[in-house]
């Protein structure tokens, strides 16, 4: 089934395991287009316009009430898994959101890579196919993915893709990176990575020019991670467990801004 596409910004899910929170997402912006990506052929396509797909589901508990499912899944991890399925999948599920099952590193460069394409296009002023807008924000709400420590390298902030998630954020300099997560520390150190890449961007010793992807996100990576208070909605089934216990959870709202380090960033 093919879709015309009309040009709107968009907003990413990665690592959106069922969609609920791609879905949610995709009623507050229904100008954008909004698209989830998860790894699982299983969980992305355990429930369609959220009714649960039974083919997909025998032998498993509900999503809502298996915590140590999504941990064993770990969708929001950046590396590929050998039990993972690679079938395709591609589901239009409401008007304006989409879910993709594919392997986020992968599907991060493709994006790039269109972006770099849009613009080479744009200055040699040829017929433009329809195309996507800018990336407006890029939401990683999978709360606590590896928390050992010998995991370490395969956490958000610390696996080579790092770099990618940057540059994908300031492709189109409008870009708002969210992180959310009960675990503060994890939420720290993904702030302190972004300082870290700033100083080595800001190294002058190297014989290239290098592009600091991380300047523009230092301001809010100083302010550093903030309690979530507005519960009204949970936007995960984690989120959900946590606000039904009265745990904290926090979130990392990292603006662009090319313009300083001051920043008045709220909750997102």
């Known amino acids: 089934q093919s879709t015309i596409l009309t040009l709107r910004d968009v907003i990413l899910d990665s690592g959106c395991g069922t969609g609920r929170s791609t879905r949610l997402i995709g009623g507050r912006y229904p100008d ?16 369609t316009n959220g009714v649960a797909d039974s083919s997909s589901r025998i032998g498993k508990k509900d999503d809502d009430d298996d915590e ?11 590396t590929s898994s050998s039990s993972s399925s690679k079938r395709p999948y591609c589901a239009q599920v409401s008007p304006n959101v989409f879910l993709v099952r594919a392997e ?3 599907f991060w460069r493709l994006l790039m890579r269109q972006y770099e394409r849009q613009q080479s296009l744009s200055l040699e002023e040829e017929p433009m196919i329809p195309c996507l807008g800018p990336l407006r924000h890029h939401y990683l709400l999978y709360p606590n993915p590896y928390p050992t420590h010998k995991r370490l390298t395969q956490r958000w902030y610390a696996h080579p893709s790092f770099p990618l998630v940057l540059q994908l954020a ?3 300099q409008t870009t708002t990176v969210t992180i959310r997560s009960n675990w503060k520390g994890y939420l720290q150190e993904f702030a302190q990575a972004i300082r ?3 100083a080595y961007y800001n190294d ?3 014989e290239e020019t290098i592009i600091n992807f991380a300047a523009p996100y230092l301001h809010s990576a100083i302010k550093g991670p903030q309690l979530r208070t507005d519960k009204r909605v949970a936007w995960t ?4 467990k946590y606000d039904d216990v009265g745990e904290a959870t926090y979130q990392l709202v990292l603006r662009y801004n090319n313009h300083g380090i001051s920043d008045d960033s709220g909750g997102g």
């Open 196 to 198: 870290i890449a700033h």
């Open 104 to 106: 986020l590193v992968d």
């Open 68 to 78: 140590s499912d999504d941990l064993q899944e770990s969708t929001a991890s950046c």
């Open 237 to 240: 089934n984690f989120e959900q």
């Open 170 to 172: 300031c492709a189109q």
């Open 204 to 206: 002058d010793e190297g």
């Open 32 to 47: 954008c287009w909004v698209i989830g990506v998860d790894r699982s052929f299983d969980r992305i396509s355990r429930r």
